[in-house]
């Protein structure tokens, strides 16, 4: 997820003792051991106990649905410009593992070198239904069409079953609250969650009007974690909103969020916090 701004106008843990689990998210895979959105991310975030591989999905020239976080190729490949501005095909040719041995040289891999971006098609078809998906869509207003597209691909790989809504197999994420209500009305029983960003000085706040809001479309939210403390998550849940902020990396705030009461968090190193999940 990015920093995208948006002010949203419409012992033992709290979340243990209620006997609730805290979820573990890996954010784009295990993305601090591996190149972002790629198969060996998600593999090693599998591997390491998370319990959802975390998805941002863009769209092709040609409308595929691929996994990237940037709207642009720069970041991660060594190609230039929109993702939007290049067919599947053109961005099949990228690298997209070299840029994190070049980052990162004491993680660097040989075996990244040359990664090709994933399709989403091609995730699911990898995974199947062993892996628990939450997806982002990122930048709905500059992709017509991407939540239909995302949703019949969802439905191709059997994960909008009853019993795979059940057990929330996929999960929803946007910062766009007219992306999620579209996504509801096509089909409520799909979990969502309203992505917030808080960017203001001082703490971030949440009014009972704006849970109310949200609650019609989506059952929780995901904020920015350093906006956020105790009072705020402990509003959030009394409201009986979940709440999975993002991106918590260090061993000391992934404990203080579980403390507070959260319902699960992202981070980079899902091995840090499946440890202290199980008391190591």
């Known amino acids: 997820m990015t920093a995208i701004c948006t002010t949203l106008t419409i012992g033992l843990s ?23 959105h790629t198969m060996p991310s998600y593999e090693l975030g599998k591997k390491m106990g998370a319990d959802y591989t975390e998805i941002d999905i863009q769209m092709t020239k040609d409308g595929k649905l691929i996994n990237m976080h940037d709207e642009t190729l720069d970041r991660t490949t ?25 980052e990162y040289p004491k993680l660097a891999n040989p075996k990244f070198v040359g990664l090709k971006v994933p399709t989403l098609d091609e995730v699911l078809t990898h995974f199947g239904n062993k892996t628990k998906y939450y997806i982002e869509t990122k930048s709905p207003e500059v992709y ?20 795979a809504l059940k057990k929330k197999q996929v999960i929803i994420q ?28 001082g703490l971030g706040k949440i009014t009972e009007k704006e849970m109310d809001e949200i609650d019609n479309y989506a059952y ?20 009986g ?21 959260v319902t699960g968090m992202f981070t980079n190193y899902a091995d840090r916090l499946t440890k202290i999940l199980h008391g190591k």
């Open 78 to 102: 060594e190609g230039t410009g929109a993702v939007k501005d290049h067919t599947l095909a053109e961005i099949k040719k990228l690298d997209a593992g070299s840029w994190f041995n070049k």
């Open 174 to 201: 946007s910062f766009s609250a007219a992306s999620l209500k579209k996504i509801h009305k096509i089909n409520p029983q799909i979990p969502l969650i309203q992505l917030l960003w808080y960017e203001e000085k």
């Open 14 to 36: 709290p979340a243990h003792a209620e006997g609730k689990k805290v979820i573990n998210i890996a954010h784009r895979g295990a993305s601090g051991h591996a190149p972002e």
């Open 144 to 163: 017509p069409g991407m939540e239909e597209k995302l949703l019949k691909t969802l439905k191709a790989h059997g994960l909008l079953t009853p019993e």
């Open 220 to 239: 929780g939210v995901g904020p920015n974690i350093e906006k956020i403390n105790r009072d705020y998550v402990q509003k959030v849940r009394k409201h």
């Open 241 to 261: 909103l979940d709440i999975h902020p993002y991106t918590i990396n260090d061993k000391k705030q992934m404990k203080q969020a579980i403390e507070w009461g």
